[in-house]
């Protein structure tokens, strides 16, 4: 028997939601493997948490998220708590602290999903810096509250920050058989950080003579996403520009819901997180009408991770089969069904 502890920070709003259909599906998973077996850790963390605490998790929260297999997130904030207090005091320290500096968004048009966009040859990666950039969380206010009141939000790329993440793009590229990396950039206005990583970009690309790489300015790149996404295998982007670009792309599939996102420590000295991409969404909050399909994704992407890529396939296969029959979906995409009802759905085609 294969025991996989997975810590759930299910967080605020419809990460709830989310959080206990994955687990559902789950168990399912569990019950028909056989061989595999989750314990659950459920962690209160959340704004509702930092109301009551004045912190979002506690002193000792990275020393109780390290001892575990994998962590499954819902969704951060909500309001009477900032989003950047909500940020900065959770999800940031658990993607720096654990080094989980790969952020893996799939972009891809399931079957049975319609998109937005007349092309629907929607099927590739972005790959997101997670530890640095723009997200470093450096800066200054000067001659605050007069009219002199002055702004810096600096950003931060060091030389091992961006080699790694490109050279993850490349090899991430190598491993599944693509020969195409295209970097994100803006260089003609960010005369710094954009120069710099366009240089390592073409340091570390010399090196993979066979890949076809090209680099395009984050403005241009978003309209490319959307005339030509056929043309996109590997997209590699700093931690804003990843961000942006990862939420249009899943705009591209038809629903915010859709689209899985993983952070990763690929030498797996700490544990990775995997969630949604979409937030808290706290208007349909508890309404039972949130599209699970991100958190299931994101459950695959996890379980592929903890290498049960056979049981990953099958969650996957499952999803697609619900997504394909086209009678039991959310209203985000068209449908009049639950989020529990996709569940069931999905967990009768595990079985």
């Known amino acids: 028997m294969n025991k996989f502890v997975i810590k759930l920070i299910p967080g605020d709003g419809i990460g709830v939601d989310v959080i206990n259909e994955a687990v559902r599906v789950l168990k399912a998973l569990e019950q028909k ?7 659950f850790q459920n962690l209160e963390w959340s704004c ?4 009551k605490t004045g912190h979002m998790m506690p002193d000792d929260g990275m020393k109780i998220l390290a001892d575990c297999d994998a962590i499954l997130l819902g969704a951060v904030g909500f309001p009477g708590v900032p989003d950047h207090v909500s940020l900065r005091q959770l999800l940031l320290p658990i993607r720096v602290g654990f080094d989980q500096y790969v952020n893996l968004r799939p972009v891809k048009l399931l079957p049975g999903l319609s998109s937005p966009i007349k092309n629907e040859k929607i099927d590739f990666v972005v790959i997101r810096e997670n530890s640095e950039g723009e997200y470093c969380g450096k800066g200054e206010i000067r001659n605050e ?7 810096i939000q600096d950003a931060v790329f060091t030389r091992k920050g961006t080699e790694r993440i490109i050279r993850y793009a490349f090899e991430y590229a190598v491993r599944h058989g693509q020969n195409k990396v295209m970097s ?112 299931l994704w994101a459950a695959a992407m996890m379980l592929d991770h903890l290498k049960l890529t056979a049981e990953a396939d099958i969650l996957m296969q499952a999803v697609t089969d619900v997504l394909s029959a086209g009678k039991v979906r959310t209203p985000d995409i068209g449908g009049t069904s639950t989020t529990s009802e996709v569940t069931d759905a999905v967990i009768a085609a595990l079985r």
């Not at 038809?254 to 997180?273: D, H, K, T, V």
């Open 33 to 39: 493997h056989g061989g595999i077996a989750f314990d």
């Open 48 to 51: 509702q948490y930092y109301l």
């Open 145 to 151: 509250n007069t009219p002199d009141e002055t702004v």
């Open 184 to 295: 994100a950039t803006k260089s003609n206005a960010l005369n710094y950080s954009m120069v710099f990583w366009d240089k390592v970009f073409q340091e570390i690309a010399a090196q993979y003579p066979k890949m076809e790489a090209a680099k395009m300015h984050i403005d241009a790149l978003s309209g490319y996403f959307i005339m030509h996404p056929d043309r996109l295998q590997v997209v590699v982007a700093s931690n804003l520009f990843g961000d942006i670009l990862t939420d249009l792309g899943s705009a591209m599939l038809g629903s915010i819901g859709i689209s899985p996102s993983a952070n990763l420590n690929p030498e797996g000295q700490y544990p990775s997180m995997f969630e949604p991409i979409h937030g808290s969404a706290p208007d349909i909050a508890g309404k039972g009408i949130a599209n699970p399909v991100g958190t």
